[in-house]
């Protein structure tokens, strides 16, 4: 494909990009259009759609995150920190524009109609978030006067009042463990580890005490013989009629049942039809991709490639665990999509740009290249 | 790490992060870095548990045994079961099976109740929806919303594509004939098992065994044949509906039998009941009056008592009895009805139905062979026929003479219907006392089952009284032109209170056709007929029995292939 001895741009990307992470998430890419002829049809028919709606803009959104996933990958480090801060501040006025322009659904403010597509904002600001977090914390280790925590402080509070407000938890959830990992792979010491653990579990326990939908679904994950767990119980039934080849595509009758079986239930639904051998495979290549992600950080010498890296494999990573565990009933109802297999556009280009980055982040560089200074200016590597 | 001395940001930026302040930067970093990637490792391995336990938890699904849907399960024990078809004797459809869906939910599947209440009124309306919501509601994993759908009503609902809505079919017994052979057919309770006449004698068959094993789903059981013509049954019960309007009489009752086999053809007890509701059955007046009723049939007992005299071989037609006066025993007075007082052959004591005449063979005959013709006859024990309704005959506790005398006339000794039916076909057929059936059997079969109580010439001598009461006697209202009717009329007193009552009345005719040869046999009751103008003030046997008994033989006869001869 392209010549050893090719110095361009693309020829460097092809033969330091890491591969078969790539090949990973374009499987998990294409899986998820097929999973989507399966779970979406019956929910375009509730909404008196046409069966292959959802499909076609699947479709659609997948060629266009295709695109921002190799061109993301493309990007230099500096250019990642570059269009972050970018993506960022774009993010956040848009949130705040949700707050104000933003239509309901159920409840909850999260979408900007831009004609044809609404978009949901805070997709964005995760993947940028969890770069200039890692870029903060880089940065304050070397250089020690320049306020990197405080910001870094700053900037969840700031996106986790947006995302309050809009109301919308598991945004929130997410932020801040991914918040939690930079920190913790930053080197945290265990007393901030213990203290900050603490306030997660109150804040877990507040919003138990003080948001009523949030004490519904920790009671009926607790408790599911007094409560109604319709959904999750439809969801078992659908791993124990698949069994381990499924009933065949096209054959599933439980996502009939499932209000979200082309979204939160996407992994259900593929059970019944494809077979829990294909839903072990689908774990097998998250945590791959996870696994892999992280050991490249781990051999990472440059901080802010390590803990950018860490950030936004922990954001895929505990995204995939959470949809999965609730799919299974290890976990109450919450509701996130699973990474590329459900349908959503905003996910799916936010999640493109967050493991277009991984990529571009866990190239293979000389030991020795040089690296540039926040100026510009050409400084020796950090000496090991 | 000291956080007493607090100079400003890098401080606060100290705080963050563990360092040894002292050492220089260089080591600074590298002691950094090694911390840094232990924790990336540690972040790793937390996730690689995280994926495990998917894994592990999707492997567990995988073989975990699909358990069966909680509502079959449920619905296994709800189904009725499956019962055979009953039939009359030319296949006329009496009792079937239909298949009918019936409606359940299971409320956990049932994601909006709102919706399914608002379709499910609509679609059935006498669905009542509060109780329809408490029921969507409840934490039940199954719950019956409606018994027996029409299916239009499933179809509608079906094409609602309600989740968490089903139906199951389940086995209802239909009667299409329903009151017309209600006493025979019987009937089922909810669960379809037999609880009454032929339906519970179905079950006792090995039915009920069948079904315990689980054997009788299927609907190819093959159907029971019963000896009823539903012609038969409607023309004799049409006939004693009129004469009950006719007569005013509270209830009537009649029986037509196949003297050779014993078959049943027809049998009507009214008031009767609809097996299609069957807690119509538990009215009292609702009894089957045939088999589970005991009667003082009155003069259609001569009958047996003038073949005891025949069959004894002391006694012919050209034997006297004087009836010039009344018998008096103790504080009892019997007399004629058609007081004739002068010295009576036996026929002539047959045809004006002599009091004194009957009571005089008897007791000329003796209490012994009295009780002995009435044991062969059968009436000492209860009947055995398939229905389980059945009555033990009353007997007299002690048989003293003037019993004796009293019950050659039909009084103080209590029969049901189907007995004295039997009795009277056996007096006809040439002396053959076979079992009533309500299943087909052959006159070879009927035989062996048979046992010989009188002799064949006393069944003709009998005929031919039979005949000659129609003829000249007090039944001549029977005569069905060409059908050689022959008979004999009982009026009985009822007990009221422990007394006679001369004005309540039991009526009946012991009827059989055609006499020169007997194929059938009837027995026709009325209970308490009043007089009319047509009657003339009278309200004895021969003016509403016999007329109503002529009527219907002069319809049935035809349809049983008897013909007619005409001269």
């Known amino acids: ?113 831009l004609g044809a597509f609404a ?68 080197g945290m010491s265990w007393r901030w580890i213990v203290g900050l653990g603490g306030l997660g579990v109150g804040g877990i326990v507040a919003a138990y005490a003080m948001v009523p939908h949030v004490r519904s679904r920790i009671d009926r994950f607790l408790n599911p013989e007094a409560h109604d767990t319709y959904q999750t119980d439809t969801a078992i039934e659908a791993f124990l009629r698949g069994g381990w080849l499924g009933q065949g595509p096209g054959e599933g009758t439980v996502k009939r049942a499932l209000p979200d079986s082309h979204t939160d239930f996407v992994f259900a639904v593929a059970a019944e039809e494809f077979g829990i051998i294909v839903c072990l495979i689908i774990v ?84 020795g290249e040089a690296r540039r200074s926040p100026a510009g200016r050409v400084v020796p590597a950090q000496p090991r | 790490m000291a956080i007493s001395n607090w100079p400003g940001i890098p401080a606060l930026s100290r705080l963050f992060m563990r360092k040894d302040t002292g050492g220089r930067p260089v080591r600074r970093v590298a002691d950094h870095g090694r911390r840094s990637r232990s924790r ?36 296994a024990d709800a189904v009725s079961q499956a019962r055979p078809d009953i039939r009359d004797r030319n296949g006329v459809l009496l009792a079937t099976d239909i298949r009918t869906p019936s409606l359940y939910a299971e409320p956990h599947r049932i994601y909006d109740v709102d919706e399914a209440i608002e379709l499910l009124t609509a679609a059935v309306p006498d669905l009542d929806a509060g109780g329809l919501r408490a029921k969507l509601k409840s934490d039940k994993r199954f719950v019956w919303l409606k018994r027996e759908l029409s299916p239009e009503q499933r179809d509608t609902i079906h094409n609602f594509g ?25 009937h089922v309770n909810i669960d379809n098992a037999g609880i009454a006449g032929m339906e519970k004698h179905i079950d006792t068959m090995g039915l009920a065994a069948l079904h315990d094993a689980g054997l009788a789903r299927d609907e190819s059981q093959a159907p029971v044949t019963l000896t009823l013509d539903v012609r038969v049954q409607h023309a004799l019960r049409d006939e004693i509906m009129t004469a009950m309007e006719t007569f005013s009489a509270k209830a ?71 009836a010039r006066s009344p018998i008096r025993v103790a504080s009892f007075t019997i007399n004629d009805f058609h007081a004739q007082r002068r010295i009576l052959t036996l026929p002539e004591v047959f045809t004006h139905s002599s009091n004194i005449g009957t009571a005089k063979m008897a007791l000329a005959a003796g209490i012994e062979r009295h009780k002995e013709f009435m044991h062969r006859m059968g009436f000492f024990e209860r009947p055995h026929t398939e229905l389980p309704e059945s009555a033990e005959p009353l007997t007299p506790a002690r048989w003293s003479d003037l019993a004796s005398m009293t019950i050659s006339f039909g009084h103080g000794f209590s029969v ?21 059936t309500f299943l087909p059997r052959t006159q070879e079969q009927a035989r062996a089952l048979a046992r010989q109580v009188v002799q064949p010439s006393t069944s003709d001598m009998m005929r031919e009284l039979f005949r000659m009461n129609v003829e000249e006697g007090t039944a001549r209202k029977a005569a069905a032109k060409g059908f050689r009717v022959g008979g004999k009329t009982g009026t009985a007193e009822k007990v009221v209170n422990g007394r006679y009552s001369n004005s309540k009345l039991l009526t009946s005719f012991l009827a059989a056709f055609p006499t020169d040869k007997p194929e059938y046999l009837m027995l026709l009751m009325l209970d308490e007929p009043q007089a009319t103008e047509q009657t003339h003030g009278y309200r004895t046997s021969g003016w509403n029995a016999v007329p109503t008994s002529g009527k219907v033989i002069t319809r049935i006869a035809p349809l049983l292939g008897v013909k007619p001869v005409l001269d």
């Open chain 1, 284 to 367: 097998a290549l998250f945590s791959f991709v996870v696994l892999r992600g992280l050991m490249r950080a781990v051999n990472e010498d440059d901080d802010f490639a390590r803990l950018a890296v860490t950030g936004l494999v922990a954001l895929f990573g505990i995204q995939s665990l959470i949809n999965m565990a609730v799919n299974l009933s290890l976990m109450p109802a919450k509701g996130m999509t699973l990474p590329f297999i459900s349908y959503g556009g905003s996910s799916l280009l936010s999640l493109a740009y967050g493991m277009g980055m991984v990529l571009a982040l866990t190239r293979r560089r000389p030991r």
């Open chain 2, 162 to 186: 309600l989740p968490g809505i089903g139906f199951i079919e389940e086995n209802r017994r239909f009667y299409p004939s329903g009151r017309l052979t209600s006493h025979v057919v019987g």
């Open chain 2, 416 to 436: 049901a219907p189907i007995q004295a039916a039997a009795g009277g076909a056996a007096l006809m057929n040439g002396g053959l006392l076979i079992p009533p």
């Open chain 2, 252 to 322: 009537g009752a009649g029986v037509v039998l196949n003297v050779h086999t014993g078959e049943v053809l027809a049998l009507v007890s009214l008031p009767d009941y609809d097996p299609n509701e069957p807690a119509t059955a538990l009215e009292k007046e609702a009894i089957n009056r045939i088999t589970a009723g005991v009667y003082e049939l009155g003069s259609t007992f001569k009958a047996f008592t003038v073949a005891m005299a025949l069959d004894s071989g002391e006694a012919d037609f050209s034997t006297t009895y004087d």
């Open chain 1, 119 to 186: 978009l949901q904002p805070s997709e964005f600001v995760k993947p940028a978030f969890a770069v200039i977090i890692a870029w903060l914390f880089s940065e304050a280790e070397r250089r020690p006067d320049m306020p990197a925590h405080i910001i870094a402080v700053g900037l969840v509070g700031l996106v986790v009042g947006l995302l309050v407000l809009q109301p919308d938890f598991g945004q929130t959830m997410l932020i801040v463990l991914v918040w939690g990992a930079v920190f913790f792979a930053a």
């Open chain 2, 40 to 75: 990336v490792l540690l972040t790793a391995a937390v996730f690689a548990l995280g994926y495990t336990a998917i894994a592990g938890r999707l492997l567990t699904l995988a073989v975990a045994e699909q358990q069966p849907a909680v509502f079959l399960a449920t619905a």
């Open chain 1, 1 to 113: 494909m392209f010549a050893r001895t090719d110095r361009g741009p693309l020829a460097t990307w092809w033969w330091t990009v890491d591969k078969p992470m790539l090949a990973a998430i374009i499987a998990l890419m294409f899986g998820g259009l097929v999973l989507s002829l399966a779970g979406s049809p019956p929910v375009a028919d509730k909404l008196g759609l046409d069966p292959f709606h959802f499909v076609l803009r699947h479709a659609v959104f997948l060629a266009a995150a295709l695109c921002v996933l190799l061109a993301t990958s493309l990007l230099d480090r500096r250019a990642i920190r570059r269009v972050a801060i970018g993506v960022f501040a774009v993010g956040i006025v848009l949130m705040v524009a949700t707050l104000f322009a933003g239509f309901e659904i159920k409840g909850a403010r999260r979408w900007l109609n």
